[in-house]
Structure formats: structure tokens, C-alpha cells
């Protein structure tokens, strides 16, 4: 049997395509949740004043916010993220979101200012089910 003399160099090279798509879709998919994030705290609210108290610090803990709406009607309108959520469905929606950080998570309440009590107590009662214990509430500095 003969032997090939010379052999032929097949040129090594990498295929890019697959990654810049990849690239492309993080990018994008960065854009779309930061407009997200951005747009629910976002939402008009006519927050309460507030004589003292801290401005919140950047830190990577995960955050819900959680938007209670003024309703004229008898059941509140309760916002998460961008769908609003029934009341009956927060212990449900909190307590998985605990789960997914092992309870390193801060819930922030932004209500209305003519919101009554009673339909923001619900969400803290959730909180505490849920073993979140770092509740914050969006108010407005004032004096």
C-alpha cells in the first residue's frame, strides 16, 4: 500500500457566529430587564411624607418591589413587577421568591398615600410567612 507523500493542512479556524449570537441575546436581554426594573419603580404613586428616615443603599440583595394602587373599587389593585397580583396570591408569590434567594431577599412596599392600612397589611403578613423580614416602605422626604 502506497503512502501519501505530501499531506494536505486543513486550516484550523473557529466558528464566531454562534457566539456573537449568544452575546447579542445577553445584550438584549440585559436592555429589557433593566427597563423593566426601572419602569416599576417608575409608577406615579402620590407616596407618603416621610419626617426622617434613610435613603436606601445599592447592594446586590434581590428586590420585589410591590405597588399598591388607589381603587375607588372594594378589592386594592396590588402590582408586581408589571402584572397586578390578587391579594390571595402573595403568600404564594412571596414566599417562592424567598425560596429562589434562601431568604436574602428585601420586599419594598410603594402605596399610595390614600391608601388605607388595612389593604397594606396583607403584603406584610405575607412578608412575615414568608420569612422576609427586611420590609421597606417608598416614602418622600418631607419635614
Known sequence: MRTPQTRSRASVGFNMTPMIDVVF????????????????TQLELDLPD?????RPIDDDIRR????????DGPAPRI?????????????????????QTDGKI?????ADRHVPYRVVEPIMIACARAGVWK?????VAGG
Do not use: K
Open 25 to 40: 441575546l445577553l445584550i438584549i436581554f440585559f436592555l429589557v430587564s433593566s427597563h423593566l426594573a426601572q419602569q416599576e
Open 50 to 54: 416621610a419626617a426622617s428616615g434613610e
Open 64 to 71: 420585589v418591589v410591590v405597588n399598591v394602587l388607589p381603587d
Open 79 to 99: 402590582q408586581v413587577g408589571s402584572r397586578l397580583v390578587p391579594p390571595e396570591d402573595l403568600d404564594r408569590l412571596i414566599g417562592f421568591e424567598s425560596q
Open 106 to 110: 428585601e420586599v419594598r412596599i410603594r
Open 135 to 139: 420590609v421597606t416602605f417608598a416614602v
